[in-house]
């Protein structure tokens, strides 16, 4: 970094994780199990067959996190709360000390002037939700209004903004599509009920959460190429971008559902919308979350394939330790896309998750991890242009703090600005970490 980027004196610098990934103790206290406890379980679901059961023992090391957090200088961390910890089932009785595991944090964040941000749903659903059928059920949806409800009236004396859902595109597909995440069923398009049950369920909690602050939805965005300017692959394009943005972004900003016929779907997505639902989904939101790794490049499917699309490689640009392309212009070009599409409708936006794993090792208690500075410079940069270009970019979340649980790829890949070592729990600060707070302290200056 020579100069700093271009950005406005409020600007929000952050961290962001989730509880599955990070908190461990996932017996401890009275939480119940979530669908990912049950996931990791069965062989063969996770690489190296690694269990979150401990993870970054965060949940005893919350306060050593923490004080990671404020040697940045960081004024958020986006967490999530485990719905587990909270109602054991999913329904019913709070367990208080679940909640008061988060009062601490809550607490320890505000005590180092960092503003708790709280996902509500990050992927770990109460097992016995899943066992009346998850997110197909429709009652999932009340009960997720339900749990934000006690949760705000706990922790809505401190905690000023809240996300409801982390990434239900990303949900929707690995859970419940294809079957590589939790809790592992493989419709492919019959899981689309999923989507309007997740989204029904934020609509039915942002009021009450409205009471308290403000409310925010964080979707997994890309902008979505046409491997080549064929009719053909234009329409693949499309689809694609219909699938991964619009299903999850035009009802909540333009109360509507995107045509979806290309996937031979109905816009009441399996049948699971009533009257009145997209009033409940399209309520206002006072920011949007928006979570980018890199763009999509998409092809004209090949003959018989059950997708309007076939994903194509985006080559001669670096890649990430987990393969993903790094394309940091894609993030300047999504902004102003959104801004594009959605006009006077799109709220302010905070990017909620950025990052890049890489294969990091310790060498004389060193970390020399060049290629994420490199990202994440890259990444700021383009938030910068963005708002050059007219964009209201109000924050930035990059993922993550500390090397953790990467689902199914266990733990493999590590995303974190501080190495952890997964037998001793010991923690290294990388060379990021300190060019992240030397950036936020440069820019704040
Ligand atoms: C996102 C998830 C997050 C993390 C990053 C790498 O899709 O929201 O939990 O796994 O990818």
């Not at 290309?262 to 006072?286: N, Y």
């Not at 212009?329 to 794993?357: F, H, M, Q, W």
Request: aromatic share 10%; net charge negative; glycine share 10%.
């Amino acid at each position: 970094m020579t100069t700093p980027p271009n950005l406005p004196q409020s600007f929000v610098w952050g961290v962001s994780s989730a509880a599955f990934q990070v908190e461990g103790a996932t017996a401890e206290d009275g939480r119940g199990p979530s669908i990912w406890d049950t996931f990791t379980a069965k062989p063969g679901t996770i690489r190296g067959g690694h269990t979150a059961e401990t993870a970054c023992d965060h949940y005893h090391r919350y306060a050593e996190d923490v004080a990671l957090m404020a040697g940045l200088g960081l004024t958020g961390y986006r967490f999530s709360i485990a719905w587990p910890r909270i109602q054991p089932d999913g329904r019913g009785p709070v367990n208080p000390k679940g909640l008061a595991f988060y009062d601490r944090l809550v607490d320890a964040l505000l005590d180092n002037g960092i503003a708790p941000t709280p996902t509500l749903f990050h992927w770990d659903l109460p097992q016995a939700l899943e066992d009346d059928g998850g997110w197909l059920n429709r009652d999932t949806a009340e009960r997720f209004a339900d749990y934000a409800a006690v949760t705000a009236d706990a922790l809505g004396d401190r905690v000023r903004r809240w996300i409801t859902l982390n990434e239900p595109f990303v949900h929707m597909v690995w859970g419940y599509g294809t079957g590589e995440h939790a809790p592992g069923r493989a419709l492919m398009l019959e899981c689309l009920p999923v989507a309007h049950h997740q989204l029904l369920g934020h609509g039915l909690a942002a009021p009450r959460l409205r009471e308290t602050g403000e409310v925010l939805i964080a979707n997994n965005c890309t902008p979505v190429w046409a491997a080549t300017d064929s009719p053909a692959d234009r329409a693949a394009a499309d689809a694609y971008d219909a699938l991964h943005n619009r299903l999850f972004l035009d009802p909540i900003l333009l109360g509507r559902y995107p045509d979806l016929s290309a996937f031979g779907a109905s816009d009441d997505l399996g049948g699971s919308v009533r009257s009145g639902d997209l009033e409940i989904i399209s309520t206002p939101l006072d920011a949007l979350g928006v979570n980018y790794y890199n763009p999509s490049r998409m092809a004209a499917p090949s003959a018989g394939a059950g997708l309007p699309f076939e994903e194509a490689p985006i080559d001669g640009v670096p890649r990430t330790a987990f393969d993903w392309p790094v394309v940091p212009d894609g993030l300047r070009e999504l902004l102003v896309l959104l801004e594009t599409r959605y006009g006077a409708k799109l709220p302010p936006i905070y990017v909620t998750e950025n990052g890049c794993s890489v294969a990091d090792e310790v060498v004389d208690g060193r970390v020399d991890d060049a290629d994420r500075i490199d990202y994440l410079d890259g990444h700021i940069r383009a938030i910068s242009d963005a708002i050059g270009q007219g964009v209201d970019v109000r924050g930035y979340f990059t993922w993550t703090l500390t090397d953790n649980f990467e689902w199914a790829q266990g733990y493999h890949q590590r995303f974190g600005l501080v190495h952890v070592d997964h037998g001793t729990q010991v923690r290294t600060p990388k060379a990021s970490y300190a060019w992240y707070r030397d950036l936020i302290a440069a820019q704040r200056s």
